[in-house]
């Protein structure tokens, strides 16, 4: 891989990891990634991953930026309040990182697109707010054979884990979850709270996970469930087993 001086400066704290070096960079470079959800989980995600050099990087919201986003949602700024998100949002990430393709979709995910959406991507990054979504990237994922890094966020406490069946015994997402829980019976984060900072944590894990999937590094989270607890400054690993019963696992 050539980089040009710039390149060599900016990314020099990633070349001088031996785990790393020009080979991942290159694999950094080269990837394309899609977060859904550019919210208190997509801002960090996106922020790292656009740091990071990541060649292309699509963002999936059809929200506009309201004023309580910004007690978490980092990529925004008050004047933004009333903007589209992922136009704001594009425009902060180009303006960390000119190098990098940012691609904003202000959809909405739904049955109709998600294959379109995710299938122009090689690794997906979920950071949705609701149980619908989730179950549509982990089954739209599963049956592309795409790779999904999740994240999720509640009041003080996070849960990240990567779903990849397609690549060994690894569960998806329904295995964790197996249906979409009775409606009104989980309290979405407006009803019952999260700490900006909680959010910021699980984010900026999920970006991790997915340069370690993109650049062949370290050991992932097939497999496994993490869970933070920022109350008591705990984090937890949890193995998950796939469901043999899994429709999904194919």
């Known amino acids: 891989m050539t980089l040009n001086d710039e390149e060599l400066e900016r990314y020099a704290r990633h070349l001088a990891l031996r785990e790393v070096g020009g080979p991942g960079q290159a694999k950094i470079r080269n990837a ?3 977060v859904i959800g550019a919210g208190g989980l ?3 995600m ?24 910004l007690q978490r949602q980092i990529l925004f700024k008050t004047g933004d309040v009333g903007r589209s998100k992922t136009e704001a949002a594009a425009e902060a990430l180009q303006a960390l990182n000119p190098g990098v393709t ?15 959406l995710i299938g122009a991507y090689d690794i997906i990054a979920d950071g949705s707010d ?28 996070g849960q990240l884990a990567t779903f990849k069946p ?16 009775p409606p009104g019976t989980i309290p ?17 894990l ?22 933070y607890e920022a109350l008591t400054a705990r984090f937890r690993t949890i193995i998950l087993n796939p469901d043999p019963a899994c429709p999904h696992l194919g």
């Not at 740091?51 to 309580?68: F, I, P, Y």
């Not at 999920?206 to 869970?227: Q, R, S, Y």
């Open 188 to 204: 979405n984060c407006s009803e019952i709270g999260v700490l900006g900072a909680a959010a910021g944590v699980m984010g900026s």
């Open 46 to 69: 996106a922020l790292y991953l656009a740091a990071a050099g990541v060649g292309t990087l699509g963002l999936v919201d059809d929200d506009a930026v309201s004023l309580s986003n």
């Open 42 to 44: 997509g801002s960090p």
């Open 130 to 157: 609701n149980f619908e979504t989730r179950f549509l990237v982990n089954d739209t994922c599963s049956a592309l054979k795409k790779t999904l890094v999740f994240a999720a966020v509640t009041e003080f406490e």
């Open 32 to 34: 394309r990634v899609l």
């Open 102 to 116: 940012v691609v904003p979709h202000p959809v909405r995910l739904t049955a109709e697109n998600a294959k379109e």
């Open 166 to 181: 397609h690549a060994g015994n690894y569960p998806c997402y329904r295995c964790l979850n197996p249906a979409l829980p």
């Open 206 to 227: 999920a970006a991790l996970e997915v340069l370690k999937e993109v650049a062949g590094i370290g050991e992932g989270l097939a497999g496994k469930l993490l869970v």
